[in-house]
């Protein structure tokens, strides 16, 4: 009787020791996000981000280097970007894409680039931001990423000959406020390629999104598969079925502060980074 107790306590003993180690190999087998980029912005890093200097979508305000009248500024552990009413007009040097010179304007801001400095295929994008004191018209902060080859300024390598949004320059937008609109919401999505230099649909795999702008929170996109998922906070609040594999460039971060329309605005607006970074599956 004494045996036969000894074969079940070895034989319950085999069943659990089994159990742990299949346990545990499956969990060194399970899928998990990896950082291998953060920048908490305890100073401006050079070797992470440059200022990007350049006229589109039709901005009224001109985005200007170094933070020169306060339009990036690091402190307290934060980045902001701001856009700044100085009051007086200031001669802009900001080009569009065919070398057309933006005319002088009253209004600055910060817009900063990870190009040629931090660049990723695929993976997770977040950024942890807030718009500081909420909506105003005419706002236009934004948080996205931008294939490495855009031939828009500024240019400095050799490969970077690839025209908006054709493969290569393709674009994701993972948090855009226009403050003409709703108050407290940001949309998100792809900008669908239409097969020739600058010609993109902006709204087809977009969609709008209701947030309290005033406080942080964390808007992420990954690759999922095929798919593109948009986050808030870690929920899923869109997602791109079948669209990641139309992204296959390494892309570059952007955070900028715009003024997109001619409604007049006082003083200054800013947007607050406490973080950004980026991670890959560990398999």
């Known amino acids: 009787m004494k045996k036969n107790n000894f074969f079940i306590a070895l034989f319950i003993v085999a069943i659990v020791a089994a159990s742990f180690f299949e346990f ?18 305890h100073s401006f890093n050079s070797d992470n981000w440059q200022d990007q200097r350049i006229w589109v979508n039709n901005e009224s305000q001109c985005y200007v280097p170094d933070g020169n009248y306060g339009t990036r500024e690091v402190s307290n552990g934060t980045l902001k970007l701001k856009v700044v009413n100085i009051g007086s007009d200031y001669d802009c040097d900001n080009l569009d894409k065919f070398g057309v010179k933006h005319p002088n304007t009253k209004y600055v801001a910060g817009r900063i680039a990870s190009k040629n400095k931090q660049e990723f295929i695929k993976g997770k994008w977040t950024a942890r931001l807030r718009v500081v004191g909420g909506s105003q018209k005419s706002m236009f902060p934004a948080w996205w990423i931008l ?22 320059s393709g674009e994701i937008d993972i948090f855009e406020h226009h403050g003409d609109y709703d108050p407290d919401h940001f949309t998100t999505g792809a900008i669908k390629n239409l097969g020739e230099c600058d010609k993109g649909d902006w709204w087809s795999y977009r969609t709008g999104v209701d947030v309290t702008l005033s406080e942080f929170h964390d808007y992420s996109v990954e690759w999922e598969k095929s798919d593109l998922v948009y986050r808030l906070d870690g929920k899923e609040v869109h997602r791109n079925v079948g669209l990641g594999d139309n992204y296959p460039e390494p892309m570059f971060a952007i955070l900028n502060f715009a003024k997109i329309t001619e409604n007049y605005m006082e003083g200054e607006w800013t947007m607050e980074v406490d973080w950004v970074k980026h991670e890959y599956r560990n398999n």
């Open 24 to 41: 545990n190999y499956n969990k060194s087998q399970e899928k998990i996000w990896i950082t291998d980029f953060y920048d908490d912005f």
């Open 147 to 168: 294939g490495a080859q855009n031939n828009e300024s500024p240019v400095q390598e050799e490969d970077e000959d690839v025209c908006w949004p054709m493969t290569g």
